[in-house]
Each structure stands twice: as structure tokens, then as C-alpha cells.
């Protein structure tokens, strides 16, 4: 590839490899040449396809997505019509680790080097997932109001229900005692059911402390493995690399275990391959702009927890996030909905990635302001909390 001759500011011309210029875009690139073969890839392009720019140089298009992909059809309507092509919303499927991502396309002729194409891809999960994190903390946060009525308005009552079924209880037979007994059980069980919702009502700043993630990630397992996710083998794969993080230890705790659990009911008994994997790294250039705000925050602090079970189901993932949203018999849906307001109280977004044999719970969170990484200061912009216009205002 020529180099790109560039003016100065001093009308002196400089030369700057296209390689060099490719390299720094954060979204995957591909430049194909005549055999449908890479002639190139950047780095963006080598995490997102999870192979090396040597390997991915062996395949054709075709052999990397799959000859139905349509990137494969718009690599062939660039060369048959000589004009760059945009696509939006198409699915690329990336056989090598089974998962299907949803992305933009622009392909286009290079420049005085036909016949070279040049393949951008952007992800939409990135977008969506700013989107959707609006409108999950939203209906989380919608919750509070119900909360808060449920608390003063059931909780009371319940009280005197159960009471009452226990004084009567003496002076019943067994059959009429076990009624009063399921009465009392199905009471604590609605008790229960309210206390957790109350949760989402609670909009206090949460008291933070510098915390070693993998500190917490190893208190998760423990407890993981020496109850419901005993004899599931656990990878981690962390960055040691990684600073310290300001979070509240309890709650970060609760979320991590709620999604370690997720992975664990996920895991079928008959797989014997059945894994979970615990996963932390710094992805800088994720910034989030807040609505209503000029404020605007990066999330390069990453932990992801990934399952390889059969997956969740299609029509759940857009209300996956929701309160009451479950597919488990026993479930009340408000697991997921309490990891996304717990990471939404500490400035960062969570979103899930899910195939068959590959779901990946994954959390951005932001770095305290001047936090060193990898031997750079890292410029971060003081971090309020993620709020939502609809959030209810705070009482007394």
C-alpha cells in the first residue's frame, strides 16, 4: 500500500503509510485483494474476527463469514459496479468462534489500487447498547415508585395476615394447619418479592472505595463454587495490568454474583464442556455522552462473565435488562434488572452478547479521574452517576 502525502502546516509535504493511518481506526478493516484474500487487517479488525492478520491473510472473504454472507455480496457489487457501498444492519457470522454480530458496512475501491477493497465495519452493539442502557435504567428505575407504594401499602397488611394465620393455627386441626402454614409461607415469600423491589427504590450516592476487581471476582467464585455452581469448572482470564477501581464492594459483589449464577443455571448437565469464564481488560475509546449533559464518560474498565450454554432465547434479548422479565419457572425477573441499576449507580453500562454456546454478560465501567494504566495517565472526565429524565425524584 503507497504512503498518503500530506500537506504541513509550513507547506512542506510529509508521507504517512496508509498502514499507519488504518491502524489507529477503532473499527475493523479489511483491505481485499484480487484472490478475495486480506491483503491487510488492523488490529480492530484481528480482535473482531479473534484471529491473527497472519491467519486471517490465509482465508478468503468467503472461507472467513461463509459464502451466504452478505459482505461477500457486497464485496462482489464493489468490483462489478466500481462504487463504494454502504449497508446497515447486516449480520456477519464468524464461524471460528460460532457468534453472529450485527454491524454497518462501507465498502469501497482504493484509490489507484484496483483491485483493492477496502471493507470498514462498524458494530451497532455499541449504539444499541447506549440506547438500551437509557431505556433499561428507565424501567428499573420505574420500579422505585411501585417500591415504594408496595412497601407501605402490602408489606403492612401482610404483617396482620400472618399474625393472624399464626394464632389460629393452634386451634386447628392438621389438615386446617397446613393451611394456615401455607398461608404464612406465601406471605414471606410476597415480603420477600417486595423487599428486593425496594432495592430499586434506593437513590442514595453510594459510599465507593478503591477495590481490586480480581479480588472480588475470586470472592464470587468461592462462593459460586461451594454452592450453585459446584463442580463447574471456572476460567480467568485477567489482566493483571489492571488499577484499582472505585466501586462499592457489596454491591459490585451482588452483581457478579447474580450473573455468575445466570451462567451457572445456563450450563446444561450433559455438556461436558460445560465452563464459565471470568474476564477482565482495559478497552480504551469507549466514551458515553450523557443526555441532557455536556458531560461525557469513558468506559475502558471491562468484566465480562461468559457461559458457554445454549444460549438466550431470541425474542427475550431486547427486555432482557426489564424487571419481570425471566424464562425461569421459579424466576422473578428482577436479577438482571438490579445488575443493570447497580452498574448504572457506578457510571458504567452492561450488555449481553448471546449465541448458542457462547453468551457473554459484559460490563464497562469508568476509571476514577487520573487513574495510572498500562504506565499512561489516563485522562478521565469526573463520572456522575448514569440518571435518566424519567427518574423519579428523590423524597426528604
Known amino acids: 500500500m503507497n504512503s498518503l502525502g500530506l500537506m504541513t502546516h509550513n507547506g512542506s509535504r510529509t508521507h504517512i503509510d496508509h498502514e499507519l493511518v488504518l491502524g489507529v481506526v477503532p473499527h475493523p478493516i479489511l483491505v481485499i485483494g484480487a484472490s478475495d484474500r486480506a491483503v491487510y487487517a488492523n488490529g480492530a479488525a484481528e480482535q473482531f474476527f479473534s484471529t491473527s492478520q497472519s491467519l486471517l491473510k490465509r482465508q478468503s472473504l468467503s472461507e472467513l463469514v461463509g459464502t451466504c ?3 461477500v455480496a457486497l464485496l462482489g457489487q464493489v468490483r462489478r459496479t466500481g462504487a463504494s457501498v454502504n449497508e446497515y444492519g447486516i449480520d456477519v457470522a ?4 460460532t457468534a453472529t454480530r450485527l454491524v454497518d458496512v462501507y465498502g469501497g475501491l482504493l484509490p489507484e489500487q484496483s483491485p483493492l477493497v477496502l471493507l470498514m465495519l462498524q458494530q451497532r452493539a455499541m449504539a444499541q447498547m447506549i440506547e438500551r442502557q437509557l431505556t433499561h435504567r428507565a424501567a428499573a428505575r420505574s420500579v422505585s415508585g411501585m417500591a415504594a407504594m408496595l412497601a407501605h401499602e402490602i408489606k403492612n397488611p401482610l404483617s396482620g395476615i400472618r399474625g393472624a394465620a399464626q394464632l389460629l393455627e393452634p386451634a386447628l386441626g392438621d389438615e386446617d394447619r397446613a393451611l394456615t402454614q401455607l398461608i404464612c409461607t406465601e406471605t414471606d415469600r410476597i415480603r420477600d418479592l417486595v423487599d428486593r423491589m425496594e432495592v430499586f427504590g434506593d ?8 477495590v481490586n476487581v480480581h479480588a472480588v471476582l475470586d ?4 462462593l459460586a463454587v461451594s454452592g450453585f455452581a459446584r463442580g463447574i469448572p471456572f476460567v480467568e482470564d485477567y489482566d493483571p495490568s489492571l488499577p484499582s477501581i472505585m466501586v462499592n464492594r457489596d454491591k459490585m459483589v451482588q452483581a457478579l454474583l447474580n450473573l455468575v449464577k445466570n451462567a451457572a443455571e445456563a450450563l446444561d448437565d450433559t455438556n461436558s464442556d460445560a465452563r464459565i469464564t471470568l474476564r477482565t481488560a482495559f478497552r480504551p475509546g469507549v466514551r458515553l455522552a450523557l443526555p441532557g449533559s455536556q458531560a461525557r464518560i469513558s468506559l475502558p474498565f471491562m468484566i465480562e462473565v461468559e457461559d458457554n450454554g445454549s444460549g438466550i432465547p431470541a425474542n427475550m434479548k431486547e427486555y432482557l435488562f426489564d424487571p419481570f422479565v425471566t424464562s425461569k419457572r421459579t424466576g422473578t425477573g428482577l436479577g438482571l434488572a438490579l445488575v443493570a441499576k447497580t452498574i448504572s449507580d457506578h457510571g458504567g453500562i452492561v450488555e449481553c452478547d448471546s449465541s448458542p454456546k457462547h453468551t457473554v454478560f459484559r460490563i464497562l465501567l469508568p476509571l476514577a479521574e487520573g487513574t495510572r494504566s498500562k504506565g499512561r495517565q489516563t485522562a478521565i472526565e469526573p463520572v456522575p452517576a448514569l440518571t435518566h429524565p424519567t427518574t ?3 423524597k426528604g
Open 203 to 210: 437513590e442514595r450516592p453510594l459510599a465507593k472505595t478503591a
Open 219 to 222: 470472592h464470587v467464585k468461592r
Open 94 to 97: 464468524i464461524p471460528r468462534v
Open 69 to 71: 454472507s452478505p459482505l
Open 392 to 394: 423519579p425524584n428523590k
